[in-house]
C-alpha cells in the first residue's frame, strides 16, 4: 500500500511541477536512444496485459493444487496492477496530457510477472527468481525509456505499482482467510 501512496504522491508532484527531476536528468545521462530498437521493443513487450495475463494464468495452474490462495493472486494482483495504472494513476498524474504516461504500463506488467512467479514457484528458487526478475526489472525501464516511451520516473514507478499489487492482494487475501477460519493453506 505504501508503495501505491508514495507512487500516486509522485504523479501528483511531477504533473505540478513541470520537467524532469534530478533523477531522470540523471538516468537520462546513462540512457542512448533508440527510438525502434528490435530487441528494445522486445524487452518491452513482456510487460504487455497479454503477456502478463497468460503467466498469471500459467502460474496460477501451477500453484493451485498446493496453495489456492497464491493461485488467486497470480490472477488477481497483476490485474489489479493494470487497472491501477491504467484507470487510476495515469488520469490522477494529468488528464490533460493526453500521453498519460505515469507510471509505465509495461515495467507495471513486468514488475506483477517477476512477483507472481516469486510467489508461485518453491522457495528453493525464488532467490533465483527474484534475482533474474530484478535484472529484466532494470532492462525494461532502460528499454521503455531508450525507445522514448517513458521517463525513468515512469518506468520505475511502474515497477513498484506492479510489485505493489501482487503483494497487497497477496497479503489481502492471506488477512480475509485467517480472519474468516478458513483454508489453510501448503506451501
Known amino acids: 500500500m505504501v508503495l501505491f501512496v508514495l507512487t500516486g504522491l509522485t504523479g501528483r508532484y511531477l504533473d505540478v511541477h513541470a520537467g524532469f527531476d534530478a533523477f531522470d536528468r540523471w538516468a537520462y545521462s546513462l540512457v542512448v536512444m533508440r527510438y525502434h530498437s528490435p530487441p528494445l521493443i522486445a524487452v518491452a513487450d513482456v510487460g504487455n496485459p497479454a503477456v502478463v495475463a497468460v503467466v498469471g494464468v500459467v502460474a496460477a495452474a501451477l500453484v493451485v493444487r498446493r496453495d489456492r490462495r497464491r493461485a488467486m493472486v497470480c490472477l488477481v494482483g ?61 532492462a525494461a525501464c532502460y528499454a521503455v525509456v531508450a525507445l522514448g516511451w517513458h521517463s525513468p520516473t515512469d518506468a520505475v514507478a ?29 506451501r
Open 78 to 138: 497483476p490485474l489489479l496492477g493494470g487497472v491501477l495504472a491504467e484507470y487510476v494513476l495515469k488520469p490522477l498524474v494529468d488528464p490533460r496530457a493526453g500521453g498519460l504516461t505515469f507510471p509505465s504500463g509495461h515495467t507495471v506488467g513486468i514488475a506483477a510477472i517477476v512477483s507472481v512467479l516469486a510467489l508461485a514457484l518453491p522457495r528453493h528458487i525464488r532467490g533465483a527468481v527474484v534475482a533474474l526478475g530484478f535484472a529484466l526489472g532494470i
Open 158 to 186: 511502474g515497477l513498484a505499482v506492479g510489485s505493489g499489487a501482487v503483494l497487497v492482494v497477496d497479503g489481502a487475501l492471506q488477512v480475509i482467510l485467517a480472519a474468516s477460519g478458513t483454508s489453510r493453506h501448503r
